[in-house]
């Protein structure tokens, strides 16, 4: 039996926060949380056999082109499961079965999620076009 239940919904907001701290993504505020996973164009989350959420991911966009995949997160203890890739393909399915065709699917890629997000196709965008953000206190 598969100790590993994926479950198509975002996790809770007290689990969503965890994760990221855990995971070593940046942590966020309940502020910023509770909006964050109500607001997903698709998201899944893995729950272990013990009940504790352990791995996520989220897809948000405008539904019609534009898709952007985030929040993806492991737990460390359950890292090197095949955990991370369970979550990709389903956010990636879920795409090519609901967006219209032609859908933009991107991703900022940290390095620990590189090889992963390679091995489902997704190639680095420079020299064409580099991801940007908006730099704090701007």
Known sequence: MDE???IE???????????????????K?????????AGGWAACHVRHSS???????RVIGDGGWYFH???MAVLPDHQRRGLGD??????????????PPGAYVS?????PGRRLYER??????APHSVGMVLAPGT
């Not at 991703?107 to 390095?111: G, N, R, T």
Request: hydrophobic residues 40%.
């Open 4 to 6: 590993y239940t994926l």
């Open 9 to 27: 919904s975002a996790p809770d907001v007290t689990d969503y926060l965890h994760l990221r701290r855990a995971s070593g993504l940046t942590p």
């Open 29 to 37: 505020s309940l502020e910023q949380a509770r909006p964050a996973v």
């Open 51 to 57: 009940g504790r959420t352990v791995a996520m991911g």
């Open 69 to 71: 995949i985030v929040d």
């Open 86 to 99: 369970r979550v990709l393909s389903h956010l990636l399915d879920v795409i090519r079965r609901d967006a």
């Open 107 to 111: 991703l900022m890629a940290d390095p």
């Open 120 to 125: 489902h196709g997704f190639v680095e965008s």
